[in-house]
């Protein structure tokens, strides 16, 4: 096992004491970080240099969306009834079938595991909704870093995209449920570190590939799961637009890391790395246990065993590890990211489909577009 203290800030990936020493007090209502990127002008306006952003930025300004009328916001949400078919549907949540004897959990009744499941669910929405936020950020900054004509083009697309994506998201939160919870504090630290970092492809590895790859997967596993017939087509719309989020990191960053030296692309990797045991981080949910009143380190070590929480885990880099693959990552310098997806568990996945090939599957089909 490496160390990993000058990189995560602990020794070991699974310390759990230095992961639930990283809070987030939630009473800030402005969050700065300091950009010290170039704004960068082109005056080489030539369209469709490199084809396949161009064919990615006509197929954005044809998927186009209304999060306010094209979604049926009159449905009806009895988030306890969702949440108790949903865990009928789903053999529980992962920790009710699972031995607690002798844990905070074992007199737990009906009731308790549905709140926990409501929390549960009312959290993870509200980590979407601030990673769209951070999405949109992201991609104002690409279009000002980006030097190439067709990416400032795309890029304003998806500026669009991921306003959209907050709003709806917020809109859920809103009126479906009872508000949210404020952003968990490892995924605060992996925003703050993509947009702090002066370097345009950067911005692209750790948004495009790294943060919208997981929240695809993760998007989608949602989707399968729910009951919820609003919040189901929300995400099969959110999806849709996602998909080609990612494309667009992938087709663009090929392209230049190609050229880029072994030094270079070590630099790559270690931020890749970083960023998934960020996101992997979050997945904890240590604000959940808080505010249902239960030891968090219990809960944590006890939900880091399930075989459920661990298939999860595991899923939601599906999209993450071909993706690194397409571009080179896994195996430079002596394979330096390969034995780090080894050790994270998750490297089963580089033969899987990347973005860069599958984003016309997630489309919105004609008829789905013509009722938007």
């Given at each position: 096992?490496?160390?990993?203290?000058?990189?995560?800030?602990?020794?070991?990936?699974?310390?759990?004491?230095?992961?639930?020493?990283?809070?987030?007090n939630?009473?800030?209502?402005?969050?700065?970080?300091?950009?010290?990127?170039?704004?960068?002008?082109?005056?080489?306006?030539?369209?469709?240099?490199?084809?396949?952003l161009?064919k990615?930025?006509e197929?954005?300004?044809?998927s186009?969306?209304?999060?306010?009328?094209?979604?049926?916001?009159?449905?009806?949400?009895?988030?306890?009834?969702?949440?108790?078919e949903?865990?009928?549907t789903?053999?529980?949540?992962?920790?009710?079938?699972?031995?607690?004897?002798?844990?905070?959990?074992?007199?737990?009744?009906?009731?308790?595991?549905?709140?926990?499941?409501?929390?549960?669910?009312?959290?993870?929405?509200?980590?979407?909704?601030?990673?769209?936020?951070?999405a949109?950020?992201?991609?104002?900054?690409?279009?000002?870093?980006?030097?190439?004509?067709?990416?400032?083009?795309?890029?304003?697309?998806?500026?669009?995209?991921?306003?959209?994506?907050?709003?709806?998201?917020?809109?859920?939160?809103?009126?479906?449920?009872?508000?949210f919870?404020?952003?968990?504090?490892?995924?605060?630290?992996?925003?703050?570190?993509?947009?702090?970092d002066?370097?345009?492809?950067?911005?692209?590895?750790?948004?495009?590939?790294?943060?919208?790859?997981?929240?695809?997967?993760?998007?989608?596993?949602?989707?399968?799961m729910?009951?919820?017939?609003l919040?189901?087509?929300?995400?099969?719309y959110?999806?849709?637009?996602e998909?080609?989020?990612?494309?667009?990191?992938?087709?663009?960053?090929?392209?230049?890391?190609?050229?880029?030296?072994?030094?270079?692309?070590?630099e790559?990797?270690q931020?890749a790395?970083?960023?998934?045991?960020?996101?992997?981080?979050?997945?904890l949910?240590?604000?959940?246990w808080?505010?249902?009143?239960?030891?968090?380190?219990?809960?944590?070590?006890?939900?880091?065993?399930?075989?459920?929480?661990?298939?999860?885990?595991?899923?939601?880099?599906?999209?993450?590890?071909?993706?690194?693959?397409?571009?080179?990552?896994?195996?430079?310098?002596?394979a330096w990211l390969?034995?780090?997806?080894?050790?994270?568990?998750v490297?089963?996945?580089?033969?899987?489909?990347?973005t860069?090939?599958?984003?016309?599957?997630?489309?919105?089909?004609?008829?789905?577009?013509?009722?938007?």
């Amino acid at each position: 096992m490496a160390d990993y203290n000058d990189l995560l800030g602990r020794t070991e990936i699974d310390d759990i004491e230095s992961i639930l020493g990283i809070v987030n007090n939630g009473e800030e209502l402005i969050h700065a970080v300091m950009d010290h990127s170039e704004a960068i002008f082109t005056w080489d306006y030539e369209k469709g240099s490199r084809p396949a952003l161009n064919k990615l930025y006509e197929k954005a300004k044809t998927s186009q969306w209304n999060g306010e009328t094209d979604l049926p916001w009159e449905t009806e949400v009895d988030i306890e009834k969702v949440v108790a078919e949903s865990m009928l549907t789903n053999n529980g949540n992962g920790l009710a079938d699972f031995d607690v004897s002798g844990t905070p959990f074992e007199k737990w009744d009906d009731k308790q595991w549905l709140e926990l499941g409501i929390e549960s669910n009312n959290w993870t929405l509200s980590q979407f909704m601030h990673g769209e936020q951070g999405a949109l950020i992201c991609t104002a900054k690409i279009v000002e870093t980006v030097p190439w004509y067709d990416a400032k083009l795309y890029a304003s697309t998806q500026v669009m995209d991921e306003a959209r994506h907050v709003e709806v998201f917020a809109k859920y939160l809103d009126t479906k449920l009872d508000g949210f919870y404020p952003i968990n504090a490892h995924l605060q630290m992996l925003l703050d570190d993509i947009v702090n970092d002066s370097r345009w492809d950067m911005t692209y590895l750790g948004m495009q590939i790294m943060v919208e790859g997981l929240a695809l997967a993760a998007f989608g596993f949602m989707h399968m799961m729910t009951t919820e017939p609003l919040l189901k087509q929300l995400l099969r719309y959110v999806m849709s637009d996602e998909a080609r989020h990612v494309a667009f990191g992938v087709l663009s960053l090929k392209e230049y890391y190609a050229d880029l030296s072994d030094a270079e692309i070590f630099e790559r990797q270690q931020f890749a790395f970083e960023a998934a045991v960020r996101m992997r981080d979050r997945f904890l949910q240590q604000e959940v246990w808080e505010r249902m009143g239960v030891d968090v380190k219990t809960a944590v070590e006890l939900v880091m065993q399930t075989p459920t929480r661990q298939l999860f885990q595991m899923m939601l880099f599906s999209k993450i590890v071909p993706n690194c693959k397409k571009l080179g990552l896994l195996d430079r310098n002596d394979a330096w990211l390969r034995r780090r997806f080894e050790e994270l568990g998750v490297i089963q996945f580089e033969d899987w489909t990347d973005t860069a090939d599958d984003y016309e599957t997630f489309a919105l089909t004609g008829e789905e577009l013509k009722t938007a």
